[in-house]
């Protein structure tokens, strides 16, 4: 019983897919990867008091044209210069309030450091071995393209815009 238990946490924390992740839900409910099979996946560590928050609003029209073959996933970060200190509720209040934000958005996590929630790890782990940069999360706002089988295929630094012609041409491919 308890190798079957330590077996099964183990294969919890090294997710070979990204299919294979649940996650928190700003809101409180649950974000299930296995739902956007077919779909390309962006995601994105955010932060509301960044220079780069004004990202929010391209990241929106982004999700609003390419809605049909696209999923967002906004995961709210405190890793950087203490850039996001709010509570769930007040990052799901500002988004909705300031950027008008309809795409899916986790639950506050850490995306580096000890800390690193499993999905960001699996994330660093995929973007090494594709020889991916950059290959750490370098601050907020960085964003994660994955196809439609869920392979990683591009990281795109914090400063790239949601809307710039490597990312849309990245999509539409």
């Known amino acids: 019983m308890f190798k079957l238990a330590i077996l099964s946490l183990v294969m919890f924390f090294s997710?070979?897919?990204i299919y294979d992740f649940k996650v928190d839900a700003v809101d409180g409910g649950k974000?299930?990867?296995a739902k956007y099979k077919g779909k390309k996946i962006l995601i994105v560590n955010t932060a509301s008091l960044c220079g780069n928050t004004p990202q929010?609003?391209?990241l929106e029209k982004l999700y609003k044209k390419y809605h049909d073959k696209l999923v967002i996933i906004g995961f709210p970060a405190n890793n950087f210069g203490s850039q996001e200190p709010g509570s769930?509720?007040?990052i799901k209040a500002f988004c909705s309030k300031q950027y008008a934000v309809t795409f899916p958005m986790a639950a506050k996590v850490s995306v580096k450091g000890a800390?690193?929630?499993?999905?960001?790890?699996w994330l660093l782990d995929e973007?090494?071995?594709k020889h991916l940069e950059p290959a750490a999360v370098t601050w907020n706002f960085q964003k994660y393209l994955l196809d439609e089988k869920g392979n990683l295929v591009a990281v795109f630094s914090p400063k790239t815009?949601?809307?710039?012609?490597?990312?849309?041409e990245a999509i539409e491919k």
């Open 127 to 129: 973007s090494k071995a």
């Open 31 to 33: 974000i299930d990867f």
């Open 15 to 17: 997710s070979s897919h």
């Open 56 to 58: 929010y609003e391209g």
């Open 161 to 168: 815009q949601p809307e710039a012609k490597e990312v849309t």
């Open 88 to 90: 769930n509720a007040e």
């Open 115 to 121: 800390d690193i929630h499993p999905l960001y790890k």
